[in-house]
């Protein structure tokens, strides 16, 4: 079965300072990855997404950016973050080229002081 | 105009209420449609899809009006585990990213 492994689950990051989440997927390939950023009490905002290595497509302008640099790795990153970069952030997959549903990490708590 | 819209509620309901949501969205090419289950500080979780014809899922009727292009939940006799946020998501085709409405929230009490 596919699981989807995103850590960490909680970090606290001071202004300026720089960011890396990683996010892999096991058991399929060549998925669709995605990175959320829900900020307190709003919706899900999408940030970046990707169709294979090195495809990364940016929804937001923004202070952050992606990476794939393998088929079922996604990295979220910045090199010096904000105060507004705070949020809970999630990668998720679907499998190409179908329209079904897709399936989440727990998430990664960041607070930004 | 946003592409996802929903009532924020919150919705409060005694235990074995039914309850109904709904869901408006903008872009008529939209192909694929889901209900989404989100607990406090937790990932969401797929609640079901919605299908054109309507499908139901034991407590749970989700049900997609294309010429109106809106999207309703109703859920039935409700429970105290029902309460969450219900995040309502469309897709407009393949390889695309889920777009989601900013949820309704549901808060069931004894």
């Known amino acids: 079965s596919q699981t989807i492994h995103q850590w960490p689950a909680t970090l606290v990051q001071p202004v300026g300072s720089p960011l890396s989440l990683e996010c892999t997927v096991e058991g399929t390939s060549n998925p669709n990855l995605y990175w959320y950023r829900q900020a307190a009490g709003r919706g899900l905002q999408l940030l970046f997404y990707?169709?294979?290595?090195?495809?990364i497509s940016s929804e937001v302008p923004q202070n952050l950016s992606a990476s794939r640099p393998q088929d079922r790795q996604f990295i979220l990153s910045s090199k010096k973050l904000l105060l507004s970069d705070s949020g809970f952030y999630l990668c998720?997959?679907?499998?190409?080229?179908?329209?079904?549903?897709?399936?989440f990490g727990q998430g990664t708590r960041l607070t930004v002081v | 105009r946003k592409e996802v819209e929903q009532d924020p509620g919150p919705f409060n309901v005694p235990e074995g209420a039914t309850v109904a949501f709904n869901c408006t969205y903008s872009?008529?090419?939209?192909?694929?449609f889901f209900w989404y289950r989100q607990d406090c500080r937790k990932e969401p979780k797929l609640l079901m899809s919605v299908y054109s014809s309507g499908n139901e899922d034991g407590r749970f009727t989700a049900q997609l009006n294309r010429a109106s292009q809106y999207i309703s939940l109703l859920i039935r006799d409700s429970k105290l585990s029902d309460s969450a946020t219900y995040l309502c998501?469309?897709?407009?085709?393949?390889?695309?990213?889920?777009?989601f409405g900013k949820g309704t929230t549901l808060s069931v009490s004894s």
């Open positions: 872009n008529s090419a939209s192909q694929s």
């Open positions: 998720a997959w679907r499998p190409r080229g179908l329209v079904t549903e897709a399936f």
């Open positions: 998501v469309v897709n407009y085709q393949a390889g695309t990213a889920l777009i």
């Open positions: 990707s169709v294979g290595i090195g495809q």
